[in-house]
């Protein structure tokens, strides 16, 4: 079993920045991809960006340029770093992770709210 814990969400102004981080615990040895999706209201899950062995990274078209995400050595936390957010961000935010043996993990959630 994998645990996954986010922190950093909250509300932003559009064009501001905002970063979340999201630690792991428990059996983490096994764990390939780490990242981030979102859901926002009245929509599906739909993935932001996520980074895998080799430190090999993918993004969601829409925040590519903007949001840049990272894992420390460790390989226990990864990080989302937000730039130049706008309204279409607002969403709720889950981490994600995947082992090797193909199961997924998910946090429980963390919100963003981009608003003037």
């Known amino acids: 079993q994998v645990q996954l814990v986010e922190s950093g969400g909250g509300l932003a102004q559009p064009g501001g920045s905002l970063t979340l981080s999201c630690a792991a615990s428990g059996s983490i040895a096994g764990v390939n991809t780490m990242g981030w999706y979102r859901q926002a209201p009245g929509k599906g899950r739909e993935l932001v960006a996520t980074?895998?062995?080799?430190?090999?990274?993918n993004y969601q078209g829409s925040v590519r340029g903007r949001f840049f995400i990272s894992r420390d050595r460790a390989k226990t936390t990864v990080t989302l770093r937000m730039n130049r957010l706008n309204i279409e961000d607002t969403a709720v935010y889950f981490c994600y992770a995947q082992t090797v043996l193909g199961e997924d993990y998910w946090g429980q959630g963390t919100q963003v709210t981009v608003s003037s």
């Open positions: 980074i895998e062995y080799g430190d090999i990274t």
